[in-house]
């Protein structure tokens, strides 16, 4: 099993900056690769960025491509996403997730609880 809690989220103002974090515990954090994921109101779920076990690999969605940086940290157990230039649009529920297989291809087996993440206009 791995427990995954995401850091608070909160309101900022377009064009602004906001960092998450996820902390797990459980199982070995470098045997997974990681992701974040987002669901806004009506919309479905979709993976933002994910990263490989050593942080080697990291893929992003089209639209946030040069604002977010995701990253880790396995000494810490951590991983993060920076994000930048913070349109309404990013609006929404954020998710961290573990993936067992090393680059992300497999299911995605285990979430966070979800944090909000508001960007006023």
């Known amino acids: 099993q791995v427990q995954l809690v995401e850091s608070r989220g909160g309101l900022v103002q377009a064009g602004g900056s906001l960092r998450l974090s996820c902390a797990a515990s459980?199982?070995?954090?470098?045997?997974?690769?990681m992701g974040w994921f987002r669901q806004a109101p009506g919309k479905e779920r979709e993976c933002v960025a994910v990263i490989s076990w050593n942080g080697g690999v990291t893929s992003y969605l089209d639209s946030v491509k040069g604002r977010f940086t995701i990253s880790r940290d396995n000494a810490k157990n951590t991983v993060y996403l920076q994000m930048n230039s913070l349109r309404p649009e990013d609006t929404a529920v954020y998710y961290c997730a573990a993936n067992s297989h090393a680059l992300g291809l497999g299911p995605w087996g285990y979430w966070g609880q979800g944090t909000q993440v508001t960007v006023s206009s």
């Open positions: 459980g199982r070995t954090f470098s045997d997974y690769a």
